[in-house]
């Protein structure tokens, strides 16, 4: 399960495992923990440490830096905690983050990034893992990296083969994923736009023997998916809806007693649905992202044509 910021938090790992089981997905990522006014971000780390004791098989809390020095204080907040295991954000392309030199802003900066990779290699503590763009607008700024990876003791390295400055637009560059992946020493995970049983399939395909898939926005849009896959064949559509609505009924019970009020309640499940709109139909979307209050949620469900 990619980690994607505002949707896979802890709340939904475990709303996830509780619907889908423990052996849907292998391994959970939590969306960033970034350093904000000089400091680990509270609510990020909240999520992170609130994740450990979840029931989720294996959850990896995930950091972004912009060098050294950020990623010794997060390392450092994590370790306090009793974390041992980081996976570090060279992908993020959002403007925020890229001009202060952090997520794919990392790739561009030979030096900086070797400063981090530096820090990992000589860390005692923890074990790492990579999630990299190909660049953070070139599409081969990552060839300048692969020495200095390739010397970095890290458990397995994910690639989104498209730029940072690309952000999710046009289509993955798989003849560059195929090369970075040869080039790699490493075990390297895909990731980026698997949607269905086949894209999956044509990954397992690769010559290059990937070593596993990551899936963000495609297991939002249909979160049967890994298990499907992993079934060998698509369930039927009554099947997979019966576990969505299964999902977000045990979702909205665990967020109802942290949040505040129906509004807050509404902002975070609307945005879940609207990746869902291809499984239940527009009208049931339009209505549901309409709702102003949770009655009017409940109606809108009933309007999702099972
Ligand atoms: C809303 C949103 C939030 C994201 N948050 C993160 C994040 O916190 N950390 C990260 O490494 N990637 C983040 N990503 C990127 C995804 O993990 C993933 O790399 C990207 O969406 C491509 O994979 P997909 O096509 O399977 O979604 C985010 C993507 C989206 C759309």
Redesign the pocket.
Known sequence: M???????EVEYRRAYVDVYGTDAVDMC????IRIEHGEPRPKDLRDALSGLNTGVPFTVP?I?CNGPEELVMLRDMLVANGITRI?I?A???HKPQVNRGR?SGLLSDRQRFGRVMEAVALDTQCRYSL?M?LGTTGPDEWRDLVDVINDTPLEFV?V?P?TGSQQ?SGT?DMDRFVEICRMLRHKVVY?????ALDDIDRVGALQCRPAGV???????ARPSLPLEWRDGESWSRDKRMARIMALYQRFEALITPRLCGDSQILSKLR?FWQYLEPEIGRKASKMISKAGNMEAYRKALRYVDM
């Open positions: 990619a980690p994607l910021q505002g949707f896979t990522f939590t969306p960033f995930q972004i996976d954000n992908g993020c392309p997520g999630k763009r994910t989104h498209r999710y993955v990731n980026g736009d698997l949607l990551m899936i963000g926005r495609g297991l939002l945005p």
